[in-house]
């Protein structure tokens, strides 16, 4: 069974910083990347970020460039999300996904999800 465990969310003022944690388990194949997505009532999921397991390469959403970092732990199988100068736009509950390595900030190429943590972000 392939588990995707968030943490990390809470609320914060603009301008202050969050990591958020995800712990994977359960995919038994090399090639595939971890990525954040992120959900606003009425509003599509938007790819924030995705590291790449092969060689840890990441991409990121334009939105984040520059404030957001995404990185690997190998050993522990679990990815960080840091979250520096988070504006209120940022506010969304945050999703953990899996899926492939090529193109891993589309939406339609998620093979799986975890439960979503909210981040607030206040002015």
């Known amino acids: 069974e392939v588990q995707l465990v968030e943490s990390g969310g809470g609320f914060v003022q603009a301008g202050g910083s969050l990591r958020l944690s995800c712990v994977v388990s359960?995919?038994?194949?090399?090639?595939?990347?971890i990525g954040w997505f992120r959900q606003v009532p009425g509003k599509e999921h938007e790819g924030v970020s995705c590291?790449?397991?092969?060689?840890?390469?990441?991409d990121y959403a334009e939105s984040v460039k520059d404030r957001f970092t995404i990185s690997i732990d190998n050993a522990k199988n679990v990815v960080y999300l840091q979250m520096n100068n988070l504006k209120p736009e940022d506010t969304a509950v945050y999703y953990c996904?899996?899926?492939?390595?090529?193109?891993?900030?589309?939406?339609?190429?998620?093979?799986?999800w975890g439960k979503g943590t909210l981040v607030s972000v206040s002015s």
């Open positions: 590291i790449r397991r092969r060689d840890g390469s990441a």
């Open positions: 359960g995919l038994t194949f090399e090639d595939y990347a």
């Open positions: 996904t899996a899926d492939g390595p090529s193109d891993c900030l589309n939406y339609y190429g998620v093979d799986y």
